[in-house]
């Protein structure tokens, strides 16, 4: 990719068809980009890492946002024309976040929305004059508008300021400049679930460069050969969300699924969807469940092979070497306005049921477990194995969220997840009879089956 506007662009395409979320319509979230810095393969990725993570839900693994791609120089006009918005996220490329915290940055903006208070930014404070970081800085528009919309970018040399700081002494926990409204600081918990790549400076730019070469394409080890013990923030919060784990419970509805007849379908290992489609499709034949990770390939049979109900999955987790995640809420991963509790509990039923489903696909179908990373199986074209087990077949292809996950994200560029997801449909329209993938695309977009007959 040559420059940030063909990464913007395609971004775009990716995420076309993405719907605001009602309740979130009055939010805008902004990326920049500064017009100094020279783009490169190593920009890119911290560029792509901040623009995923903002563009939909409190983890940054979901969609609804209202967001928007511009250079640095641009932002003013940008929001201008946000005149349909009352608040704005803006960041500065590079900035990335802690989704593990309990309250994740996107939440704290959610709620941050509902203060009235007019701006909360990076401080900084000197003697004789004081303005803002542009890294990451949060707006009410509209008591911008009725400022008369001041610049983003003013030097306030007139202000007055809290006595104490955040760390040195020109980090104040607030300033109220003159003629304007106070603007807080962020304060020491919030700063401390974000980090910023400083892609200006050059000592950051090394680190930066030996990280995501060390990332690129997730070569085997690739967790191991990133120091989880640097003293580097932004590493550690990008690596917090790396390691593979076996997920006992879907986060993602079902929707709705296609009436033609399959005889095989490929699912990944994650909780009951794969029992679902051999219930709900028009379908006799086998299931395959896949997974990158060959420990989640083995939890999955054993969960299976054993007929374990939920409580009996917790035991297990006890004593696997291998995390196994549970959702405490039921099927509402994560919270509002992440998923709907009503519709997952109407897609999936209860537990008991689901297991009774695992029950019916145990006796009813041949299962198959593969250990398969699929971008790596499409990108390396090492695909005999696939290819014989589609050849003829009616094939339900489940992709699940593969290509836009933040793994995969932090692991390919945004054009190779684009050309693999376009290798599985060529792969497919070659030699399966007919074919449906469900999933959805780099941009977290529902992916499209125009042509499901090869």
């Given at each position: ?90 960041c500065m490329s ?107 400076m050059r000592r950051?730019?090394q680190h930066q ?246």
């Amino acid at each position: 990719m040559k420059n940030f506007e063909e990464f913007k662009k395609l971004w775009q395409i990716q995420t076309a068809s993405v719907k605001p979320t009602k309740k979130l319509q009055h939010m805008v979230f902004i990326v920049m980009y500064p017009d100094s810095i020279k783009w490169n393969s190593i920009v890119e990725k911290q560029v792509q890492m901040t623009v995923l993570q903002t563009s939909g839900g409190i983890t940054g693994s979901g969609t609804g946002h209202v967001q928007k791609l511009c250079l640095q120089s641009e932002l003013e006009d940008v929001l201008k024309l946000c005149d349909k918005h009352t608040h704005a996220m803006i960041c500065m490329s590079g900035m990335i976040f802690d989704m593990t915290a309990k309250i994740s940055p996107i939440s704290r903006f959610y709620d941050w929305t509902k203060t009235g208070e007019y701006c909360k930014g990076h401080i900084l404070s000197r003697l004789n004059f004081t303005q803002l970081n542009g890294q990451h800085m949060e707006i009410n528009l509209e008591k911008w508008r009725k400022l008369g919309r001041p610049s983003i970018w003013e030097v306030w040399k007139k202000f007055k300021r809290s006595k104490e700081n955040i760390h040195d002494d020109y980090t104040p926990h607030w300033v109220k400049p003159h003629n304007r409204p106070e603007i807080k600081n962020f304060t020491p918990e919030e700063r401390y679930a974000k980090a910023w790549s400083y892609l200006h400076m050059r000592r950051k730019k090394q680190h930066q460069r030996k990280l995501w070469l060390n990332i690129k394409g997730l070569p085997e080890g690739w967790i191991d050969s990133v120091s989880l013990n640097t003293k580097d923030n932004y590493t550690k919060i990008l690596m917090k969300r790396m390691k593979p784990r076996f997920y006992s419970e879907n986060t993602e509805l079902i929707g709705k699924l296609p009436e033609q007849k399959f005889d095989l379908i490929f699912t990944p290992t994650a909780g009951y969807s794969g029992e679902i489609f051999a219930d709900r499709l028009n379908f006799q034949g086998e299931v395959v469940f896949y997974d990158y990770c060959k420990e989640n390939v083995f939890i999955k049979q054993n969960i299976v092979e054993m007929f374990m109900s939920m409580d009996n999955i917790k035991k297990y987790s006890k004593i696997s070497s291998h995390p196994i995640v549970f959702n405490d809420y039921g099927f509402l991963q994560n919270h509002y306005p992440d998923y709907d509790m009503k519709k997952f509990k109407k897609e999936y039923g209860d537990r008991t049921a689901l297991r009774m489903l695992q029950y019916k696909m145990y006796n009813k179908h041949k299962i198959d477990y593969w250990v398969m990373d699929l971008i790596k199986t499409l990108k390396s074209k090492s695909n005999v194995n696939l290819v014989k087990k589609i050849k003829g077949k009616n094939v339900f292809f489940d992709v699940s969220n593969i290509f836009s996950y933040h793994v995969s994200h932090a692991g390919y560029t945004l054009e190779e997840l684009i050309q693999t997801l376009d290798d599985l449909k060529q792969l497919l329209s070659k030699h399966s009879k007919t074919f449906y993938i469900k999933g959805t695309n780099p941009g977290k977009q529902e992916i499209k089956n125009e042509n499901i007959c090869s």
